[in-house]
């Protein structure tokens, strides 16, 4: 009576849960990527972002990627906040959040959000955590 409604959560529970070979597949462990909101234990910088933004995870999955760098860009349009970090001549990353919370162009920060690249020279991170290290 109960089994139904039991195997059919644990279906669904099951399908949210990352497959340990979407890990394996996702992410190189010395990479700035992530799986889902996981926060990658190396950071991209602006030298290094080209090289691994060209070997992002090919997966459907939520990714992240985690990069330090100085703020080249701080814009707030009174709901939404647009920090940028590296020049528009590498591949500039856009950090989508809720607030500047004080930071200036030019302060160092790392940046943690859902990637996504927009083109050959832009990457978003949205939603994206900024913090000063």
């Known amino acids: 009576m109960f089994a139904g409604p039991i195997l059919l959560a644990a279906a669904f529970l099951l399908?949210?849960?990352?497959?340990?070979?979407?890990?394996?597949?996702?992410?190189?462990?010395?990479g700035p990527f992530g799986l889902g909101e996981?926060?990658?234990?190396?950071?991209?910088?602006?030298?290094?972002?080209?090289?691994?933004?060209?070997?992002?995870p090919k997966t459907d999955d939520r990714i992240t990627l985690g990069i330090k760098g100085k703020l080249t860009g701080v814009h707030f349009d009174g709901v939404m906040a647009y920090l940028l970090m590296c020049e528009p001549a590498d591949i500039q990353v856009m950090c989508v959040t809720y607030g500047i919370n004080g930071r200036v162009r030019g302060d160092v920060v790392v940046f943690?959000?859902?990637?996504?690249?927009?083109?050959?020279?832009?990457?978003?991170?949205d939603p994206c955590l900024a913090s000063v290290e």
């Open 15 to 30: 399908a949210a849960q990352p497959s340990s070979s979407a890990e394996e597949e996702c992410c190189d462990p010395a």
């Open 38 to 56: 996981a926060y990658p234990e190396t950071l991209a910088t602006c030298e290094t972002l080209r090289h691994w933004a060209d070997r992002a």
């Open 112 to 125: 943690g959000g859902g990637y996504s690249r927009v083109d050959a020279h832009h990457v978003m991170l």
